[in-house]
Every structure is written in structure tokens, then in C-alpha cells.
């Protein structure tokens, strides 16, 4: 069945198919005296690839042959002579499509254009020809430029600003459009500017678009059908033959447009001439001495005439191949002559040409190279300031020569020891000093290396120095020592420094030097290192054995529960240490999911030297009394946790550290040790809990209640509630996203007891349980501050087989927004009505106050004359 059907459908689609000739949809509207091509294609054929075509025309009803690509003598006489001459020809474009050309179109070949291809079908189907309306108008484009002369010659400096003209007018019967393009030939082609084109839009050439958007290439339209473009800041790539190009177009049956004709008049032949700069350094390498001054000028040169300022600034950079933007501005001169503001540099304008720069007291750090960079700004019609030009110079290579003192530097030790805890001097003599002056002065620094058996290079370690005010800065290494005067630094002399340990230890063995720093007074009254000598090292060192120190952790309890007692022990053993006592510190090593620990160990108790225990780390307020750290031997120490939680989960090790008795009644560190690991591992399948927050109306007005619930929802193992416990504290994060810190609001510890925090505004807030595991927070008479994302962190207690109390991980919600409105009503109520109010008042005082003025205030006797009684009546009437 399914190969009938598709045979079926296979001879259906072979009868539909049919030859089909296309030409354009007419009528084509071409202008007289143009070019005219009429394409024309075949498909859907059979036989050979390449077709064949015939064109014949009618201006009524009978059709002349014109031209065929298989026949030389289809032409007709009427035609033949033009077909001779090349005024129509076919051009093929592919094997199955031509273009029927005629040059020089006339009024006469106005008519119907017939395409036609002879058969080479198997049958006879389709269309074998197409037919198109040609209809031919009078040509009414014209296209001037300047009325003096149709070309002109103009030469312009780099900068100046420019206008064309050209004029085009059409006055066709038919409704067309003018698209109009200005072009520049600077080589052999033409390239387009700008165009108004014939659907009203501007088009910018390659290359235009920068400078038609910042206005300074613009086409305008005027009177008299004129189009101007205007150039501002010409510049090099604008000399060349300037042309207006105006196409004339019409809308074709098939809505597209159709360019009919085209025509251009060169308007102007443009030479923009380059200015010309030219910047020079007057001197070339310069050698300066400390403290003298450094003279330069800056030379410049230009062909410019007429109004033009110059611009000049001057650089510094520490090599000759850095770009501007890693040089140093030193000073500069805009065009308006204005110097910007500097102490020791100066730049003065000597003449015209030439800028001076003038650096005065110069330093060893002036050493490098200098160079001008100028620039040349003209001004623009419109009163700105247009730069035209800009040019670097050379680099100036300047050497200033330091002013160094000559000096040696002595390194001895007046005392060494033989043993342990004798003390050692070491002396830093100046020697051999010349050259200095009352601008010079030395300080010291020391250093110290420790010696190793390997051939490993060791970097050494600072213990003091001192800055230009004498003032003694210590290393991390000397400091703690030095603040309790074990050791000391002094200047004995002018020229002598001492280094004294009153005890000296084994990890003091290594050498020692000493670097003497000249400094040198600058013009702003800083001091300024000019000069480092080091001394050759001294060796302190004795032969003594090695000390060594061994800790062992033993866990007493082989196996316990959450809740039970935790105990270890450490034992020390030591070699080598006369006398030693040791300092006890318990660490614990967490899991990386402690959120109250990041880093990972924890420092729990420490015990030091002199038996005297001290809480590190441990913060935990409710277990305060709950580890125990004491010295059970002198060798021996036991570490007890009472009541273990979950989250003492960890491994707990011993840090040892053996002291020896030094001099002055002091202890010093001998050696440090750590034991191997124990381990609490609590197996527990308890409930998992989880927390969310919820709220019916999370959008309020002000002075409205917020209510806001924090759910504990429980997995796994169900609990009694008597038997579980939880800490709440709120949180609101003020801002849209959580891009802010959290600020706590208020927190329900297990025993009930609420916590607020202080606040601003005039809202309040209360936190309760409502059931054994929901709890409220509500925010009454709430004010705009109080919007922001609010959350609830839970932590859970739990009360184990035993009776104790276990502390679960913290438990943070997901937040939710509360939003606060304000209540427009509301808010306008009661300033309406005091305003109504008063100026109810103020009318009805306004109203007394004009009544009684009008009662007594105003009130005149008028006596009135006796009138006689005549028909005349008395002059006063009038």
C-alpha cells in the first residue's frame, strides 16, 4: 500500500510540474536617455541546462522581434542596425536567466517587453513566455554646484572649517525621490561622506560615523533645493575632489525601489595642508649635582599662521621607553597661558617659541629623563579651541650626582659566651667617616642569622632599627625580650652602636651583623637614606647536645556516651634540659562544619610553667566549670570535659612546651612538643530539625501589627517536648538583598528569658512561644525602618538518655520580606483639619475686627444746614 501511495504521489508531482518564465512586474518606469536592463529567467524545464531566449516588443498589438541568443537571424530590420551597434544587447547571467540591455532609451521604446524560450520539454506544460510594461519619462534631474564655476580649488590649513553647495531638482511627471551623496576622490576611487537618502534617512560613509556623531560633518538642506555639507576640524584625510552624487528613485509595483537614473557634478578640489611642529630640548644629556638646580627649555616650531596658542607640558620617567601614560606630569602651560601649581618647579614662557622648565634643589630620585610635549589649538567659529597638532620630544637623559659621605663600618664582640645564659655584646664602629657634614646623619640596624648544618640559605632576621629620627623600631623576633630587658640597644659614641643579650640562650647561636645608614637633609627638611654599609658578620655560637622532648596522650575511658565525662592524660619526657618545667595547652581539632571555628583547631585550657591554668578559647558560658586541666606528676597532666556534648566532636592533642631557668629569675623557652591525637566520636541517630519562618500579611502599613512565625518542623526520631529545648534569636537585615549585615532584634533562650535589643524608632517589639515549637515575633506600630528581610536562627537542645542536656548546630531560616506602606489618608488627616480650623479662625477674627472698625473707629457727625424752601435748591447739594 505504501508503495502505491508514494508512486502515486511521485506521477502527481511529475504532472504538476511545468516550465516557468518570470520578468519583472511592470510597468518600469525608466527615465529617458538611461540604461535599461529587463532581466528575465526560466526553471521548471527539461532538456539541456542552457536555455535559450527571444525578446520581442509591441507598442499595441503586433510584436517585433528584437534580439535571440539562439537565432542571429531572428532580429527584425527595425532593430537590426541597434543590435549591430551594441545599443541592445542580451547578456546572459546564468544558463537559465538574461538581461535584455538597451542603451540610450527613447520615447519610441516605450511598450511591452515579450521574454519567450523555446521548448525542450518531454510535454508541453507551464508558460514559455512573460511579458513587462516599459514605460519611458522625460528626464528632469538636474544637478549643479556653484554658480561661479562648476569646479573650484580651495586650500585649507589642518583645523580649518569648510561648507559645499550643491543644487538638484527634479521635475518629473512620475512621483520620485532624490537621494543625495557627497563624495571625496583622494586616490582613484570615490568614496561616500554622508547621504540624505530617498526614504529621508542619513547615511554615514566608512570611516564618518565617529565624526557625524560628534557634529563635526554635517548635511544640511536650504533653499532653492540646496544641500550643503559642512566640515569642522579638517584635517589631512579630508584633501581631494569633492562630488555631489544625486540617483533618482521610484516606488515599483512590487513596493521596492527602483533607482532610475543617476547624475554628480564635482563641486571643489580640496588641499588641507598639514601644520608643521617641530619640539626640541635645547640641551641634550645633562649632568646635575645634589642640590644644584636643573635648567631646561623647551623649543617649538610651526609653520602656523594667524591666530594659533600653544600648549606645553613636561614629563619625567625613570627609563626613555615609557609612553605617556607611564610617565610623570611635572608641570604644564594650557592654552590660556595657565601654569599649573607646583613648589620646586617652575615654567616660565621665555618668548614666543620657548618654555623654560626650572627644577630647583634636585634629589638622586631626579634622575631619569625628561621630555615637552606640545601642541598647537586654533580657535573655531563658535569661540572653542580646536587642537590641531601634537608632538613629543626626544628624551633628555639627566644624571644627578649624589652627594655621599665615605665611610667603613666595624663589627666586633667586646663580650661572648661560653655558656648557656652567659651575655654577649657586639659593638658597630664607624670608622674611617669623611665627607660628612651637619646634613648627615647614621643610624644603625641589626641582624641576625641562624646557622644551620645544611648548606640551605637562610634569610636573615631584623631585631632592630632605627628610623632618621633615632627612633629604635624592634623586630618581631627581639621585641617581647627587649620590652623585659633582656636585651639591649644603645649608642655608646657618636660613631659606636652595642647590641647586648644579658642572657644569652641556645637559639641566639648565628651570626650577626650590623648596617649603617647614612641619611642626607633635602630641601623640605626630610631625611633621606643616601647610603647603606654592612659590616662583616660576627659568629656567636658554643657546642651544646640537642634538646629533645617526647609527649604521649593515653585516653582513659576506652568508650563513652554524650553526656559522660571526658578523660586523658599526657606524660613528658625530655633530654638535654637542666631543670625543666612544663607549660600544658589542650587543642582540639574540629570538624570543618563548625561554623564557630572556620580554621579548624581550637585552643581549649592551657597550664603554664608556674602551674597557673587559664581558659583560651572556651566560650561556652554554661560550661564554664566543665573542662579541668591539672598537673598530675611533674611529668603528668590530666584533662577531664564534664557533661561531653555532641559538638565536642573532634580530635584533642597536648601542646608541651619545656622551659629551662634563665638568667635574672626568668624562665626560658627550651623546646615544644605535641602529642599524638585522641579522638571523640559520638554515634547518635537523634532527630534532624528544621526551621522556616512565615507570615499571613508580609506587606503592612505603618502603625500596623507585623506578625512573623518561626516554625521548627522535626525528622526522623520523635521527641517529647519535655524532653527538648530551643534558643531563638530574630534577625532583619535592612535592604532589599541581603547585601548588609544582619541587625538582632530580639532572642528566647531555652529557660524563656527574652532579649531586646536597643532601638531607634517608636515601633516595639515581643517575642513568645505559642507552642512547643512556633514562636512570635511581632513588631507593633511598625514605622519604615522596620522593612527588610527578617529570619530566625534556632539552636535545639536536647536531653539525652542520661538527663543531660545536648546542644544540636544552629538552625538559620530562610528569610521572608516585610514590607511597610504608608497610609497616604491617614497621614493628611490631621494637618487637613488644623488647617481648616485655622483659617476658620482667622476669617471670623478678620470679620470682627472689620465690623467694630467700622462701628466706632470710622463713625463721623454730619450737620446737616437748614435749606431754605425754595424751588432753588442750596449749593452744597452740588
Same mark, same amino acid.
Given at each position: 500500500?505504501?508503495?502505491?501511495?508514494?508512486?502515486?504521489?511521485?506521477?502527481?508531482?511529475?504532472?504538476?510540474?511545468?516550465?516557468?518564465?518570470?520578468?519583472?512586474?511592470?510597468?518600469?518606469?525608466?527615465?529617458?536617455?538611461?540604461?535599461?536592463?529587463?532581466?528575465?529567467?526560466?526553471?521548471?524545464?527539461?532538456?539541456?541546462?542552457?536555455?535559450?531566449?527571444?525578446?520581442?516588443?509591441?507598442?499595441?498589438?503586433?510584436?517585433?522581434?528584437?534580439?535571440?541568443?539562439?537565432?542571429?537571424?531572428?532580429?527584425?530590420?527595425?532593430?537590426?542596425?541597434?543590435?549591430?551597434?551594441?545599443?541592445?544587447?542580451?547578456?546572459?547571467?546564468?544558463?537559465?536567466?538574461?538581461?535584455?540591455?538597451?542603451?540610450?532609451?527613447?520615447?519610441?521604446?516605450?511598450?511591452?517587453?515579450?521574454?519567450?524560450?523555446?521548448?525542450?520539454?518531454?510535454?508541453?506544460?507551464?508558460?514559455?513566455?512573460?511579458?513587462?510594461?516599459?514605460? !519611458?519619462?522625460?528626464?528632469?534631474?538636474?544637478?549643479?554646484?556653484?554658480?561661479?564655476?562648476?569646479?573650484?580649488?580651495?586650500?585649507?590649513?589642518?583645523?580649518?572649517?569648510?561648507?559645499?553647495?550643491?543644487?538638484?531638482?527634479?521635475?518629473?511627471?512620475?512621483?520620485?525621490?532624490?537621494?543625495?551623496?557627497?563624495?571625496?576622490?583622494?586616490?582613484?576611487?570615490?568614496?561616500?561622506?554622508?547621504?540624505?537618502?530617498?526614504?529621508?534617512?542619513?547615511?554615514?560613509?566608512?570611516?564618518?560615523?565617529?565624526?557625524?556623531?560628534?557634529?563635526?560633518?554635517?548635511?544640511?538642506?536650504?533653499?532653492?533645493?540646496?544641500?550643503?555639507?559642512?566640515?569642522?576640524?579638517?584635517?589631512?584625510?579630508?584633501?581631494?575632489?569633492?562630488?555631489?552624487?544625486?540617483?533618482?528613485?521610484?516606488?515599483?509595483?512590487?513596493?521596492?525601489?527602483?533607482?532610475?537614473?543617476?547624475?554628480? =557634478?564635482?563641486?571643489?578640489?580640496?588641499?588641507?595642508?598639514?601644520?608643521?611642529?617641530?619640539?626640541?630640548?635645547?640641551?641634550?644629556?645633562?649632568?646635575?649635582?645634589?642640590?644644584?638646580?636643573?635648567?631646561?627649555?623647551?623649543?617649538?616650531?610651526?609653520?602656523?599662521?594667524?591666530?594659533?596658542?600653544?600648549?606645553?607640558?613636561?614629563?619625567?620617567?625613570?627609563? %626613555?621607553?615609557?609612553?605617556?601614560?607611564?610617565?610623570?606630569?611635572?608641570?604644564?602651560?594650557?592654552?590660556?597661558?595657565?601654569?599649573?601649581?607646583?613648589?620646586?618647579?617652575?615654567?616660565?614662557?621665555?618668548?614666543?617659541?620657548?618654555?623654560?622648565?626650572? =627644577?630647583?634643589?634636585?634629589?638622586?630620585?631626579?634622575?631619569?629623563?625628561?621630555?615637552?610635549?606640545?601642541?598647537?589649538?586654533?580657535?573655531?567659529?563658535?569661540?572653542?579651541?580646536?587642537? =590641531?597638532?601634537?608632538?613629543?620630544?626626544?628624551?633628555?637623559?639627566?644624571?644627578?650626582?649624589?652627594?655621599?659621605?665615605?665611610?667603613?663600618?666595624?663589627?666586633?664582640?667586646?663580650?661572648?659566651?661560653?655558656?648557656?645564659?652567659?651575655?654577649?655584646?657586639?659593638?658597630?664602629?664607624?670608622?674611617?667617616?669623611?665627607?660628612?657634614?651637619?646634613?648627615?646623619?647614621?643610624?644603625?640596624?641589626?641582624?641576625?642569622?641562624?646557622?644551620?648544618?645544611?648548606?640551605?640559605? !637562610?634569610?636573615?632576621?631584623?631585631?632592630?632599627?632605627?628610623?632618621?629620627?633615632?627612633?629604635?623600631?624592634?623586630?618581631?623576633?627581639?621585641?617581647?625580650?627587649?620590652?623585659?630587658?633582656?636585651?639591649?640597644?644603645?649608642?655608646?659614641?657618636?660613631?659606636?652602636?652595642?647590641?647586648?643579650?644579658?642572657?644569652?640562650?641556645?637559639?641566639?647561636?648565628?651570626?650577626?651583623?650590623?648596617?649603617?645608614?647614612?641619611?642626607?637633609?633635602?630641601?623640605?627638611?626630610?631625611?633621606?637614606?643616601?647610603?647603606?654599609?654592612?659590616?662583616?658578620?660576627?659568629?656567636?655560637?658554643?657546642?651544646?647536645?640537642?634538646?629533645?622532648?617526647?609527649?604521649?596522650?593515653?585516653?582513659?575511658? %576506652?568508650?563513652?556516651?554524650?553526656?559522660?565525662?571526658?578523660?586523658?592524660?599526657?606524660?613528658?619526657?625530655?633530654?638535654?634540659?637542666?631543670?625543666?618545667?612544663?607549660?600544658?595547652?589542650?587543642?582540639?581539632?574540629?570538624?570543618?562544619?563548625?561554623?564557630?571555628?572556620?580554621?579548624?583547631?581550637?585552643?581549649?585550657?592551657?597550664?603554664?610553667?608556674?602551674?597557673?591554668?587559664?581558659?583560651?578559647?572556651?566560650?561556652?558560658?554554661?560550661?564554664?566549670?566543665?573542662? &579541668?586541666?591539672?598537673?598530675?606528676?611533674?611529668?603528668?597532666?590530666?584533662?577531664?570535659?564534664?557533661?561531653?556534648?555532641?559538638?565536642?566532636?573532634?580530635?584533642?592533642?597536648?601542646? =608541651?612546651?619545656?622551659?629551662?631557668?634563665?638568667?635574672?629569675?626568668?624562665?626560658?623557652?627550651?623546646?615544644?612538643?605535641?602529642?599524638?591525637?585522641?579522638?571523640?566520636?559520638?554515634?547518635?541517630?537523634?532527630?534532624?530539625?528544621?526551621?522556616? !519562618?512565615?507570615?499571613?500579611?508580609?506587606?503592612?502599613?505603618?502603625?500596623?501589627?507585623?506578625?512573623?512565625?518561626?516554625?521548627?518542623?522535626?525528622?526522623?526520631?520523635?521527641?517529647?517536648?519535655?524532653?527538648?529545648?530551643?534558643?531563638?534569636?530574630?534577625?532583619?537585615?535592612?535592604?532589599?538583598?541581603?547585601?548588609?549585615?544582619?541587625?538582632?532584634?530580639?532572642?528566647?533562650?531555652?529557660?524563656?528569658?527574652?532579649?531586646?535589643?536597643?532601638?531607634?524608632?517608636?515601633?516595639?517589639?515581643?517575642?513568645?512561644?505559642?507552642?512547643?515549637?512556633?514562636?512570635?515575633?511581632?513588631?507593633?506600630?511598625?514605622?519604615?525602618?522596620?522593612?527588610?528581610?527578617?529570619?530566625?536562627?534556632?539552636?535545639?537542645?536536647?536531653?539525652?538518655?542520661?538527663? !543531660?542536656?545536648?546542644?544540636?548546630?544552629?538552625?538559620?531560616?530562610?528569610?521572608?520580606?516585610?514590607?511597610?506602606?504608608?497610609?497616604?489618608?491617614?497621614?493628611?488627616?490631621?494637618?487637613?483639619?488644623? $488647617?481648616? $480650623?485655622?483659617?476658620?479662625?482667622?476669617?471670623?477674627?478678620?470679620?470682627?475686627?472689620?465690623?467694630?472698625?467700622?462701628?466706632?473707629?470710622?463713625?463721623?457727625? &454730619?450737620?446737616?444746614?437748614?435749606?431754605?424752601?425754595?424751588?432753588?435748591?442750596?449749593?452744597?447739594?452740588?
Amino acid at each position: 500500500v505504501n508503495c502505491m501511495f508514494s508512486l502515486s504521489l511521485f506521477c502527481c508531482l511529475a504532472f504538476c510540474r511545468g516550465r516557468v518564465v518570470r520578468v519583472p512586474k511592470g510597468p518600469l518606469i525608466r527615465v529617458r536617455g538611461t540604461e535599461v536592463v529587463i532581466p528575465c529567467s526560466v526553471s521548471d524545464y527539461d532538456g539541456p541546462s542552457e536555455q535559450n531566449f527571444d525578446w520581442e516588443f509591441s507598442r499595441e498589438t503586433d510584436f517585433v522581434r528584437i534580439v535571440s541568443t539562439w537565432d542571429s537571424t531572428f532580429t527584425s530590420e527595425e532593430y537590426q542596425k541597434r543590435v549591430d551597434h551594441g545599443d541592445i544587447k542580451l547578456r546572459r547571467s546564468s544558463n537559465d536567466a538574461v538581461e535584455l540591455v538597451i542603451r540610450n532609451i527613447q520615447p519610441a521604446d516605450q511598450g511591452r517587453y515579450k521574454c519567450s524560450t523555446p521548448s525542450t520539454d518531454a510535454t508541453v506544460q507551464g508558460n514559455y513566455d512573460a511579458e513587462v510594461q516599459v514605460k !519611458v519619462i522625460s528626464d528632469g534631474l538636474l544637478v549643479s554646484g556653484s554658480k561661479a564655476r562648476s569646479s573650484m580649488s580651495l586650500r585649507l590649513s589642518e583645523g580649518d572649517s569648510f561648507k559645499l553647495r550643491c543644487s538638484a531638482i527634479t521635475t518629473s511627471p512620475e512621483h520620485t525621490h532624490l537621494h543625495v551623496t557627497w563624495q571625496i576622490k583622494s586616490g582613484l576611487t570615490w568614496r561616500d561622506i554622508l547621504s540624505l537618502t530617498h526614504e529621508g534617512k542619513f547615511q554615514t560613509g566608512p570611516g564618518y560615523e565617529e565624526r557625524y556623531r560628534n557634529g563635526d560633518i554635517r548635511l544640511d538642506t536650504g533653499a532653492n533645493d540646496t544641500y550643503r555639507l559642512s566640515v569642522s576640524q579638517a584635517s589631512s584625510l579630508d584633501g581631494g575632489a569633492y562630488r555631489c552624487l544625486v540617483s533618482e528613485w521610484v516606488r515599483g509595483a512590487d513596493s521596492s525601489w527602483q533607482k532610475i537614473q543617476e547624475k554628480s =557634478v564635482e563641486i571643489a578640489s580640496m588641499a588641507i595642508q598639514r601644520t608643521a611642529l617641530d619640539v626640541v630640548i635645547s640641551t641634550s644629556n645633562v649632568s646635575v649635582t645634589e642640590r644644584d638646580s636643573l635648567d631646561l627649555t623647551c623649543n617649538i616650531t610651526t609653520d602656523r599662521s594667524g591666530i594659533f596658542q600653544a600648549e606645553v607640558m613636561w614629563y619625567f620617567s625613570a627609563s %626613555p621607553d615609557d609612553t605617556l601614560s607611564d610617565a610623570q606630569v611635572l608641570l604644564s602651560m594650557d592654552h590660556d597661558s595657565i601654569v599649573s601649581d607646583s613648589t620646586l618647579i617652575s615654567l616660565s614662557h621665555v618668548d614666543r617659541n620657548s618654555y623654560r622648565l626650572l =627644577v630647583r634643589d634636585v634629589d638622586v630620585e631626579d634622575s631619569g629623563y625628561y621630555f615637552c610635549q606640545a601642541a598647537v589649538w586654533v580657535p573655531l567659529h563658535n569661540g572653542s579651541w580646536h587642537k =590641531v597638532v601634537e608632538r613629543i620630544s626626544a628624551p633628555v637623559s639627566v644624571v644627578v650626582t649624589a652627594l655621599e659621605p665615605d665611610y667603613e663600618v666595624f663589627l666586633n664582640a667586646s663580650k661572648t659566651p661560653k655558656f648557656s645564659d652567659d651575655p654577649t655584646e657586639l659593638n658597630c664602629r664607624i670608622t674611617n667617616a669623611q665627607d660628612t657634614e651637619a646634613n648627615i646623619r647614621f643610624t644603625v640596624s641589626w641582624y641576625y642569622r641562624p646557622r644551620l648544618r645544611s648548606d640551605d640559605v !637562610v634569610a636573615e632576621e631584623l631585631l632592630a632599627t632605627m628610623d632618621a629620627d633615632w627612633t629604635l623600631l624592634l623586630g618581631d623576633r627581639s621585641r617581647e625580650r627587649t620590652q623585659n630587658g633582656e636585651i639591649i640597644f644603645s649608642k655608646k659614641a657618636v660613631d659606636t652602636f652595642s647590641l647586648r643579650i644579658q642572657w644569652t640562650s641556645e637559639s641566639d647561636r648565628g651570626d650577626y651583623f650590623c648596617v649603617i645608614s647614612a641619611w642626607s637633609r633635602h630641601r623640605n627638611n626630610s631625611w633621606v637614606k643616601s647610603r647603606d654599609v654592612t659590616s662583616a658578620p660576627v659568629s656567636i655560637f658554643w657546642a651544646t647536645q640537642d634538646y629533645t622532648l617526647t609527649v604521649e596522650a593515653v585516653k582513659l575511658k %576506652p568508650f563513652f556516651v554524650a553526656g559522660h565525662t571526658f578523660e586523658m592524660t599526657c606524660k613528658v619526657s625530655s633530654k638535654n634540659i637542666k631543670t625543666p618545667r612544663y607549660s600544658v595547652l589542650i587543642t582540639a581539632e574540629k570538624p570543618l562544619t563548625d561554623q564557630s571555628n572556620p580554621n579548624g583547631t581550637t585552643r581549649i585550657i592551657s597550664l603554664n610553667q608556674d602551674s597557673v591554668v587559664r581558659l583560651e578559647d572556651w566560650t561556652d558560658q554554661t560550661r564554664v566549670d566543665g573542662v &579541668v586541666l591539672e598537673k598530675v606528676q611533674e611529668n603528668e597532666f590530666r584533662y577531664r570535659m564534664y557533661q561531653t556534648q555532641i559538638s565536642d566532636a573532634g580530635l584533642y592533642r597536648c601542646v =608541651v612546651t619545656a622551659w629551662s631557668p634563665g638568667g635574672g629569675g626568668m624562665w626560658r623557652e627550651a623546646v615544644n612538643g605535641l602529642s599524638n591525637p585522641i579522638q571523640i566520636d559520638f554515634q547518635t541517630s537523634g532527630p534532624v530539625f528544621n526551621v522556616s !519562618v512565615h507570615s499571613d500579611n508580609p506587606t503592612i502599613y505603618q502603625g500596623e501589627l507585623a506578625d512573623l512565625l518561626c516554625i521548627v518542623t522535626m525528622e526522623g526520631m520523635v521527641l517529647e517536648p519535655d524532653d527538648m529545648s530551643f534558643d531563638v534569636s530574630w534577625f532583619a537585615v535592612r535592604s532589599f538583598v541581603l547585601d548588609r549585615e544582619p541587625v538582632l532584634l530580639a532572642s528566647l533562650d531555652r529557660r524563656g528569658i527574652v532579649t531586646q535589643s536597643r532601638r531607634n524608632g517608636s515601633s516595639d517589639l515581643s517575642l513568645e512561644r505559642i507552642s512547643p515549637l512556633e514562636f512570635r515575633l511581632r513588631v507593633h506600630g511598625c514605622e519604615d525602618h522596620d522593612f527588610g528581610n527578617h529570619y530566625c536562627i534556632v539552636t535545639p537542645w536536647v536531653r539525652s538518655a542520661t538527663g !543531660v542536656w545536648q546542644r544540636e548546630p544552629d538552625i538559620k531560616a530562610k528569610p521572608i520580606f516585610l514590607s511597610v506602606k504608608m497610609d497616604v489618608l491617614n497621614a493628611f488627616k490631621y494637618p487637613l483639619l488644623i $488647617g481648616i $480650623g485655622l483659617a476658620t479662625v482667622i476669617g471670623l477674627l478678620s470679620c470682627l475686627i472689620g465690623y467694630c472698625s467700622s462701628r466706632w473707629c470710622c463713625k463721623k457727625e &454730619v450737620q446737616e444746614t437748614r435749606r431754605e424752601r425754595r424751588r432753588l435748591m442750596s449749593m452744597e447739594m452740588d
